[in-house]
């Protein structure tokens, strides 16, 4: 049905600056919502930003000013600028997909990519 390839993420030091991307293809004719989610061990995935297919956004208090998400809503692409990186964004970052509608009608799941490590360290 949807299939979410992420790329990006790695190691970079504090302060530095990392950009995600997230490609989404298959039976898509539209997505309402697409953006991250992270999650360290022994934590729930919690939300860093999200775009709207209207252009609306929201970030995570703990990243406003830091990081900037965009959308291509034509190509069912998305970004995420990473800038000053603290080590508590140390995380697996998801990609997701949610209120997605294709030619075999409306989705009623959010759809996940596989994950990418992002790591803050000196």
């Known amino acids: 049905q949807v299939q979410l390839v992420e790329s990006g993420g790695g190691l970079v030091q504090p302060g530095g600056s990392l950009k995600l991307s997230c490609a989404a293809s298959?039976?898509?004719?539209?997505?309402?919502?697409m953006g991250w989610y992270r999650q360290t061990p022994g934590n729930e995935r919690e939300l860093v930003a999200a775009?709207?297919?209207?252009?609306?956004?929201n970030y995570a208090d703990s990243v406003k000013g830091r990081f900037t998400i965009s959308r291509d809503g034509a190509k069912n692409w998305v970004s995420m600028e990473m800038n000053s990186l603290k080590p508590e964004d140390t995380a697996v970052y998801f990609c997701?997909?949610?209120?997605?509608?294709?030619?075999?009608?409306?989705?009623?799941?959010?759809?996940w990519g596989q994950g990418t490590q992002v790591t803050v360290s000196s």
């Open positions: 775009h709207t297919r209207t252009g609306s956004t």
């Open positions: 997701y997909a949610n209120g997605v509608w294709g030619e075999s009608g409306y989705y009623g799941k959010p759809y």
């Open positions: 298959g039976d898509i004719l539209g997505i309402n919502v």
